[in-house]
């Protein structure tokens, strides 16, 4: 076989199988731009039209923000963005703590933090679910904030990074006159960005993505998240397919916005912050 | 600057003693290094001193102060670590200014005594690099700057030029005792290389497993060691060792030969098992010799000569000679040791025989 053919074959075959991993995202996107009539329109008989947003519309974007919307994402982004944050804190101290200092049962308890990231959330959704509820937190945003703040595997990924920062960078920091909070501050979580990022990521993404948590913890509905909000564009006897499409592509849209500027960070890695060597 | 007094300090882990009662006093403004094989805790002390340690029992005194339950960062010592542990995110000025930016040192004093060091250390052009786009013998000035600003009472360096090639190690090693000489420091080294203890101390302390074989200034301890450790710690290649037994002349017959030799030391109980130390350089090759050995290798090097030669009971002899020498392997040797330059040991307790 002639390489040029050759070549020509292995392409080839990429693009099947990158049109095979494509073509659902692509129909998504271009869905949530036909009306909602038309979506399958295309489909049975197949044409190559199915492949191209037209009749092009944006009526499903205006009625989303129109059924409010705008205020779902603002709602999750809130929970989320809290989330990231205290998480950040709580996880990061965590971490810190397991690596650097000795104390007694630390290796049961971090058996035990290992163990609790394992666990399916719907094992623990109804114990939790009875803990917020005498604590009276049903229908408040601490509700969704305040179970997902802990997190074992980002206290993991914390613990696992900071073990790997030279404890000779403790004990300078520390002859120098510097305290622990100090030390966390301005030497490990310096060091430690891409890790902060991973576990940011996770925190928020968990967030995001959160349904059945958010249907218990808030039956009223006053305060709703994506997910929640995203199943209600279905409805028993009519789906509004190009809406529930449109708010898909918003709900992928904004995490990918997120991480963007992130990514120079997420790169450098440990080779870049100078660790080694 | 100060003085330290370590007082029947002792170390344990669990239940394996690393530090097994050392005392030592060194003076104010002098250069001690300690010196030791891999493992004998030679950092474990100097941690304990920094306070990144807690003491098992025994006493610490900087100073006037006992320090044994002081903060390490209020004992007035700063180290010098052996990886250099600078932070990588930081620049050169922030590396060396942390110290005083973390203890509120007013702006201007501490822009001063930056500017000092760094223009010491010649430092003052790196100062905005990060240590990643630092050399090795760089990075060990930025780490001995980042000391030399808290202006400390005593200065701790372990092993600080074992990650540099051969040829910055002999640099460094000068520019340390120049530093020293100009800062009238009180400093301890700690190194397992005997040529930096020989080079740089003014006074070592040889410890082996947890305990101090002997204390002195270099040359004293090369001339007079108080056990075959130090002996053959000291010094390269290594003091020859052959083991002998006291003839009831007072004699000694070195294993596996024939001939007796003199003994240093008089009055020993015949059938005493001693051992004959000898130093490679003090090893005569005559043709007259007593004993006889096997040539094995010859070092040519221009200005001395090392010849290793299989003696009998299967002990290697070194002898350093000045002259050029041109015997093949396998020739025969016969050599003296001059009886004015061996010392006598006991071959049970190690120790030394004097008179
Ligand atoms: N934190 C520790 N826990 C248990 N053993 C230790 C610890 N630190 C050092 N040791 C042991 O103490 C001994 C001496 O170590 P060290 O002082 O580092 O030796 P050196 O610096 O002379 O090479 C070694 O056997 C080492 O394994
Ligand atoms: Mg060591």
């Known amino acids: 076989m002639p390489p040029i053919l050759r070549k020509a074959l292995i392409y080839l075959a990429i693009a099947a199988v990158a049109f095979v991993f494509v073509l659902p995202l692509w129909w998504a996107i271009l869905s949530s731009f036909r009306p909602n009539e038309a979506i399958f329109r295309d489909l049975f008989p197949f044409t190559p039209r199915a492949l191209w947003p037209e009749p092009f519309t944006l009526d499903a974007y205006v009625a989303i923000f129109e059924r409010g919307f705008g205020t779902i994402i603002a709602n999750t982004l809130l929970v989320a963005g809290l989330t990231t944050a205290l998480g950040l804190i709580v996880n990061g101290l965590a971490g810190y703590a397991f690596a650097l200092f000795e104390f007694p049962g630390k290796s049961a308890v971090l058996g035990i933090v290992v163990v609790s990231f394992m666990l399916p959330f719907e094992a623990i959704a109804m114990p939790l679910y009875s803990v917020v509820s005498q604590l009276g937190w049903i229908d408040h945003v601490a509700a969704l904030v305040v179970p997902s703040v802990a997190n074992g595997l980002a206290v993991f990924l914390f613990y696992q990074f900071f073990q790997q920062v030279p404890k000779d960078y403790y004990e300078a920091a520390r002859l120098e006159g510097a305290g622990w909070l100090r030390i966390l501050w301005s030497v490990y979580v310096p060091l430690s960005l891409p890790t902060c990022i991973s576990a940011g990521l996770m925190l928020f993404i968990f967030q995001w993505e959160a349904f059945l948590w958010p249907l218990l913890a808030m039956p009223a509905q006053q305060f709703k998240v994506i997910q929640v909000g995203m199943a209600a564009f279905q409805d028993q006897y009519t789906t509004a397919w190009n809406q529930l499409f449109g708010a898909a592509v918003i709900t992928a849209l904004i995490p990918m916005l997120l991480l963007i500027p992130l990514q120079r960070y997420y790169v450098q890695g440990l080779a870049g912050s100078g660790i080694k060597g | ?355």
């Open chain 2, 1 to 355: 600057m100060s003085g330290l007094e370590l007082k029947g300090l002792r170390k344990a882990f669990g239940l394996t003693e690393i530090i097994s009662g050392v005392d030592l006093k060194i003076a104010d403004g002098e250069l001690v290094v300690f010196v030791g094989p891999s493992g004998c805790g030679k950092s474990t002390l100097l941690r304990l001193i920094a306070g990144l340690e807690n003491v098992t029992a025994g006493q610490i005194v900087i100073g006037d102060h006992d320090v044994t339950k002081v903060d390490p960062a209020k004992r007035g010592v700063a180290m010098v670590f052996q990886s250099y542990a600078l932070f990588p995110h930081m620049t050169v000025r922030q590396n060396i200014g942390f110290g005083m930016r973390v203890n509120r040192v007013p702006k201007p004093e501490a822009a001063a005594r930056l500017e000092k060091a760094a223009a010491l250390l010649q430092l003052t052009e790196l100062l905005d690099r990060r240590p990643a786009q630092l050399s090795g013998g760089q990075r060990q000035r930025v780490a001995i700057g980042r000391a030399i600003v808290r202006e400390p009472d005593v200065f701790l360096f372990d092993e600080p030029l074992s990650n540099l090639d051969a040829e910055l190690r002999v640099q460094m090693r000068g520019e340390l005792a120049a530093l020293h000489a100009r800062l009238g420091a009180t400093m301890i080294y700690v190194t397992h290389d005997q040529v930096e203890a020989m080079t740089l101390a003014d006074r070592i302390v040889v410890l082996r497993a947890g305990r101090v074989e002997q204390i002195g200034a270099p040359l004293d301890l090369y001339d007079d060691p108080d056990n075959l450790f130090v002996a053959g710690f000291l010094g390269s290649p290594r003091m020859n060792f052959l083991t002998a037994e006291v003839q009831p002349d007072g004699r000694l017959r070195p294993n596996g030969y024939a001939a007796d030799l003199p003994s240093p030391v008089g009055g020993l109980t015949p059938g005493r098992r001693v051992v004959l130390g000898c130093r490679p350089e003090n090893i005569e090759i005559t043709d007259d010799g007593a004993l006889t050995a096997s040539v094995k290798t010859v070092e040519q090097l221009g200005a001395s000569t090392f010849v290793h030669a299989d003696c009998a009971s299967s002990v290697v002899l070194a002898a350093e000679l000045r002259q050029r020498w041109s015997l093949k392997n396998q020739t025969t040797l016969r050599f003296n040791l001059p009886t004015a330059s061996t010392q006598l040991f006991d071959a049970d307790t190690g120790l030394r025989i004097r008179q």
